[in-house]
């Protein structure tokens, strides 16, 4: 059974269960903490370091959506350190693959771009990576674009969590990981697809779209997910 924990995050005393991630914590006390990879309804697996915070007295930074709170804990969630570090990792996002927001399906309706906007991303330091990526179109009602893809996983977990048909996975390791379907066939002959477009829903990016549809009508119906999982324990 769960305690109660207390601890400060932004030095507001706050109260939280001892399995609540310091996400969870700070979201209770609406405290914002930026995010990418995590999405409520699925599991957490601290992909993207957006959400990282600093711990009083642990020099590392700490994902705060896979890190569960501790009593008497101290938490930052704003800091010049952090937002260079988040700037870094949006910037490292952006060059890994081949994000052009002017010609990309999600272009004004991508967390990508709003979390480069909310950090006044304006260029790179970085070198532009530029890999030669394939856009997978063979499903008659979906595509997946891999130049789009920022591996956040989100796919994967609703396609395995929430419709439980668990087509997607990531293959690979490092800038040479993808995301592929039934292990490497085209999504258009995968047996385990149902063709449910959750998956679809949950890409924060254009990698995922649905054919001659903008992608901003499913972006706005997002929330459907903490509803959907609420059905499926009931149905368990
Ligand atoms: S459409 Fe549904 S079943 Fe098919 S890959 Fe996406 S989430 Fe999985
Ligand atoms: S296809 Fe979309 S949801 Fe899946 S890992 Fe890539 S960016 Fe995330
Ligand atoms: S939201 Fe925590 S690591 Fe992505």
Redesign the pocket.
């Known amino acids: 059974m769960s305690e109660v924990r207390t601890l400060q995050i932004d030095g507001k005393d706050v109260a939280a269960r001892s399995d609540e991630t310091i996400l969870c914590a700070a979201e209770e006390n609406e405290i914002h903490i930026p995010t990418l990879c995590h999405l409520e309804g699925l599991s957490d697996v601290g992909a993207c370091r957006l959400c990282v915070v600093e711990v009083e007295g642990t020099p590392k930074l700490m994902a705060a959506c896979t890190t569960t709170v501790e009593e008497g804990m101290k938490v930052t969630t704003t800091s010049e350190r952090l937002v260079a570090y988040r700037r870094r990792a949006i910037e490292m996002l952006f060059v890994e693959r081949n994000h052009i927001c002017a010609v990309c399906v999600a272009n004004n309706n991508c967390e990508l771009q709003a979390h480069a906007r909310n950090v006044g991303l304006d260029h790179f330091e970085l070198p532009l990576m530029h890999p030669a990526l394939p856009v997978d179109a063979s499903h008659e009602r979906?595509v997946m674009d891999h130049n789009r893809c920022i591996l956040c996983t989100r796919?994967v977990r609703?396609?395995d969590e929430v419709?439980q048909?668990h087509?997607?996975d990531v293959a690979g390791r490092g800038t040479g990981a993808r995301i592929v379907?039934d292990l490497g066939m085209p999504w258009g002959s995968?047996t385990?697809?149902?063709?449910?477009?959750?998956?679809?829903q949950v890409c924060p990016t254009g990698a995922l779209f649905e054919k001659g549809r903008s992608i901003s009508e499913p972006k706005a119906r997002r929330p459907y997910l903490p509803y959907l999982v609420r059905v499926k324990e009931r149905e368990r």
Not at 192 to 200: D, I, L, N
Request: hydrophobic share 25%; with cysteine; net charge neutral.
């Open positions: 979906f796919c609703v396609c419709e048909a087509t997607w379907s995968s385990t697809c149902t063709s449910c477009g959750k998956c679809v």
